[in-house]
């Protein structure tokens, strides 16, 4: 268990539709990064942020949004879904790769959620 | 630009016997370099890195990886693989360019057989 955690462990919806994804750091963790797993795709980096704020962008569609909290956890938006949005989406967290000796830079994956657009 | 890449799409091993899992790497400056595994429907579970020091890195469940510069190369082994061990791996190298993510391979299947 690497004590991120991630909710719903499943989704399914319709084209068209919004959905939202959580997913709670590590305690201390202050970093949380979020990825899609697709077939086609392999494992894509969508968007950074650090203690409230993006710090990095990937290739994160304009129909896809994130946040991150004060209590640190953050939430995917996807929105107008399509059925090439399908995938496994993880979040993973680190201390702080920025100010922390890279020695300790390690990210930690959550179980992902499953996204099937129908 | 940054790169990763696992040669082989799947690799077979007999159970006891040595295993390789290959990634070379592509960066500027100096390699940060990770292995996770990823069991099937679980997240991915950190194996081990490279951040500087010894080529011979050791990590969770018996793997170690060599770093070797001249052929910027980060193979993933184990000496004595287990049934168990069948999953699929992923190598990373940290993005140096400021942003900290992670650029993955695109996965190696391990199949070690009874």
């Known amino acids: 268990d690497s004590g991120v955690t991630q909710t719903p462990k499943h989704l399914i919806t319709a084209t068209g539709q919004r959905v939202t994804l959580r997913c709670s750091p590590r305690?201390?963790?202050?970093?949380v990064y979020w990825y899609q797993q697709s077939l086609d795709q392999g494992l894509q980096f969508l968007i950074q942020?650090?203690?409230?704020?993006?710090?990095a962008k990937g290739n994160i569609l304009e129909r896809f949004s994130a946040q991150q909290f004060p209590d640190l956890h953050s939430e995917l938006n996807l929105s107008s879904l399509e059925l090439g949005d399908s995938a496994l989406y993880f979040c993973?967290?680190?201390?702080?790769?920025?100010?922390?000796?890279?020695?300790?830079?390690?990210?930690?994956f959550g179980p992902g959620t499953r996204l099937t657009v129908l | 630009a940054q790169s990763v890449a696992q040669p082989e799409d799947q690799v077979n091993v007999a159970e006891g016997n040595p295993l390789t899992v290959k990634c070379t790497y592509s960066?500027?400056?100096?390699?940060?370099l990770f292995w996770y595994v990823q069991y099937p429907n679980r997240g991915l579970q950190f194996l081990l890195k490279?951040?500087?020091?010894?080529?011979l890195v050791k990590g969770s469940y018996g793997f170690e990886a060599e770093f070797n510069k001249s052929q910027t190369s980060f193979h993933l082994k184990k000496p004595s693989a287990l049934v168990s061990d069948s999953a699929l791996y992923f190598c990373?190298?940290?993005?140096?360019?400021?942003?900290?993510?992670?650029?993955f391979g695109t996965g190696t299947r391990l199949k070690v057989l009874a």
């Open positions: 490279y951040i500087t020091g010894d080529n």
């Open positions: 990373a190298v940290r993005d140096s360019s400021g942003t900290y993510k992670y650029i």
């Open positions: 960066v500027s400056g100096n390699p940060y």
């Open positions: 305690s201390g963790d202050l970093s």
């Open positions: 993973a967290s680190s201390v702080d790769p920025g100010l922390a000796a890279i020695s300790t830079d390690t990210q930690y």
């Open positions: 942020y650090y203690n409230g704020e993006e710090r």
